[in-house]
């Protein structure tokens, strides 16, 4: 079975410009999650898809941070502009389905984010 | 709110040796807990989980007990070997929407 892809693996841009990453989960997984990793700390959740609808947006930084999952499947996640503090890992992560008891979360190979 | 707390690293060993890295909680009610681990150029994996407390979680050799009394989940390994360098993450998972949260993550390195 395919894991969670991500594109590109590694980007560098410079503030202010504008970037997205691409996510695309394990075939059949109701729930996608974009997480961002700063060196040195544990992943924060920034939002969460149940198929197509979003689920729990309340740390994205929704001035610069967008993201959509069209047709329930793949996503994107963007960010313009970007700043210096958005260098981290983005990460995404997929799961069968939400609710009370727990769905394991797997997770893509991350998106390196330099910006200059 | 939630919040986990592990123990900070580096954490440098020599092979065979026994490792643990600590790790508590704060959050209302019973979460679930687990500990991830991130090998070198690649994605989070799942290592272990507890879900109740006094459950002990294992997996490749590494075990975790959910100790709610002192709101800890530490992870154990009693020999580990040079394949075992990562980071460790622990996390916990409270009530319905199955949102992680994070601890800072520990870096173990082991040594031939």
């Known amino acids: 079975e395919a894991g969670v892809a991500q594109s590109p693996r590694y980007k560098i841009i410079e503030k202010r410009q504008s970037v997205a990453f691409w996510c695309n989960p394990i075939?059949?997984?109701?729930?996608l999650y974009w997480y961002q990793q700063i060196l040195g700390q544990g992943p924060k959740l920034l939002i969460q898809f149940q198929n197509n609808g979003v689920v729990d947006d309340s740390q994205l930084p929704k001035d610069r941070f967008s993201a959509e999952r069209l047709k329930g499947v793949d996503s994107t996640l963007k960010i313009q502009p970007a700043k210096l503090e958005d260098s981290a890992v983005y990460l995404c992560?997929?799961?069968?389905?939400?609710?009370?008891?727990?769905?394991?979360?797997?997770f893509g190979p991350g998106t390196r984010l330099t910006v200059l | 709110g939630n919040s986990v707390t592990q123990m900070e690293g580096p954490v440098t060993l020599s092979e065979e040796a026994f490792l643990t890295i600590n790790c508590t909680y704060t959050?209302?009610?019973?979460?679930?807990l687990f500990w991830y681990v991130q090998y070198p150029g690649e994605g989070l994996q799942l290592l272990l989980k507890a879900t109740k407390a006094d459950d002990k979680g294992s997996n490749k050799g590494f075990e975790a007990t959910y100790r709610k009394e002192t709101t800890s989940f530490h992870l154990e390994k009693g020999s580990v070997q040079v394949s075992d360098s990562a980071v460790y993450f622990c996390a916990l998972i409270k009530a319905a929407g199955n949102k992680l949260t994070f601890g800072g993550g520990t870096r173990v390195l082991v040594k031939p």
């Open positions: 075939s059949g997984h109701a729930t």
């Open positions: 992560a997929s799961s069968p389905l939400a609710g009370g008891a727990y769905n394991e979360q797997f």
């Open positions: 959050a209302t009610g019973y979460p679930s």
